[in-house]
Nanobody, 123 residues
Framework: QVQLVESGGGLVQAGGSLRLSCAAS????????MGWFRQAPGKEREFVAT????????YYADSVKGRFTISRDNAKNTVYLEMTTLKPEDTAVYYC????????????????WGQGTQVTVSS
């Protein structure tokens, strides 16, 4: 069982930046592929980014490519999402996710979810 706790959300103006963190409880953190998803009001949850176990492979949704960066620190059991040039359409609850597959399969096959953190981008 893996517990994921997100932090770092908040209110930011368009064009601003935020850094989300997700701390994992598992000592086997490095054995999981990690990712970030988001859900805007009235919309389905969508994939944002995933990162491989060692951090050498990253996969991004087209909507965030070039603006968001996913990274991980296996020594700290933490995955990050650095968000820059934020837009009002980035407003959503952001969820951390973990899985046993790879950076592509995590998009549709998540084993563990965090509780989410709200990001609001004002125009």
């Amino acid at each position: 069982q893996v517990q994921l706790v997100e932090s770092g959300g908040g209110l930011v103006q368009a064009g601003g930046s935020l850094r989300l963190s997700c701390a994992a409880s598992a000592s086997t953190f490095s054995s999981y592929v990690m990712g970030w998803f988001r859900q805007a009001p009235g919309k389905e949850r969508e994939f944002v980014a995933t990162i491989s176990r060692t951090g050498n492979r990253r996969y991004y949704a087209d909507s965030v490519k070039g603006r968001f960066t996913i990274s991980r620190d296996n020594a700290k059991n933490t995955v990050y999402l650095e968000m820059t040039t934020l837009k009002p359409e980035d407003t959503a609850v952001y969820y951390c996710a973990a899985g046993d597959g790879d950076t592509r399969t995590l998009v549709t096959d998540v084993d563990y979810w965090g509780q989410g953190t709200q990001v609001t981008v004002s125009s």
